[in-house]
């Protein structure tokens, strides 16, 4: 199984501020890997998908990059409405493996 | 637009069984994989099992191999999970979600409002 390790666990940004989440796996996924955000009660919604596609209606402030074993989830310009969990998941091979989030609070 | 609607969660005792199901519309169903993510309370994301568009394929994680069972029925636009031999560990809430293609579940790009499970004597 490819463990997906996310850091850090919690990220203080102010508003209007850059913000770098990373995701490591433990063996290459190639490009393959995507991230959501989840909020509180809610279930997730992707983000990213290819590793650096944004999905249908994802703001243009959200930008993946990344390959094999690195990837990082780029914030540029935090709004209210991006604070919230972020997770990176793997479809390289089954089972399919999520990282075990980043919060993204406010500082 | 994409709709999925997950039901038959509940409460049920250690050793238990229970099934879930998920309701889907506004997409041709049979066209794409599904799976069934779960959470457990304050936790991260696990996706358990995923089924092709066909039905054809399975997949399952090992936490749950052998007492879960994913199937489809495309004239019902209904995926389904049968959980058998439940335990304490598998208290989640159950997300249905719906993969980008239909031989593979790659990413998940539409999601359930998730339905709670609780196995607890």
């Known amino acids: 199984e490819i463990v997906m390790t996310q850091s850090p666990a919690t990220l203080s940004v102010s508003p209007g501020e850059r913000a770098t989440l990373s995701c490591r796996a433990s063996q290459s996924v190639s490009s393959n890997l995507a991230w959501y955000q989840q909020k509180p009660g809610q279930a997730p919604r992707l983000l990213i998908f290819?590793?650096?596609t944004r999905a249908t209606g994802i703001p243009a402030r959200f930008g993946g990059s990344g390959s094999g074993t690195e990837f990082t989830l780029t914030i540029s310009s935090l709004q209210s409405e991006d604070f919230a969990v972020y997770y990176c998941?793997?479809?390289?091979?089954?089972?399919?493996?999520f990282g075990q989030g980043t919060k993204v609070e406010i500082k | 637009e994409v709709q999925l609607l997950e039901s038959g969660g509940g409460l049920v005792q250690p050793g238990g069984s229970l099934r879930l199901s998920c309701a889907a519309s506004?997409?041709?169903?049979?066209?794409?994989?599904m799976g069934w993510v779960r959470q457990a309370p304050g936790k991260g994301l696990e996706c358990v099992s995923a089924?092709?568009?066909?039905?054809?394929?399975?997949y399952y994680a090992d936490s749950v191999k052998g007492r879960f069972i994913i199937s489809r029925d495309s004239s019902k636009n209904t995926l389904y999970l049968q959980m058998s031999s439940l335990r304490a560990e598998d208290t989640a809430v159950y997300y249905c979600a719906k993969a980008p293609y239909s031989s593979s579940p790659d990413w998940f790009d539409s999601w359930g409002q998730g339905t709670l499970v609780t196995v607890s004597s």
């Open positions: 089924i092709s568009g066909g039905g054809g394929s399975t």
């Open positions: 506004g997409f041709t169903f049979s066209n794409y994989a």
């Open positions: 290819g590793a650096s």
């Open positions: 998941q793997q479809y390289n091979n089954w089972p399919r493996t």
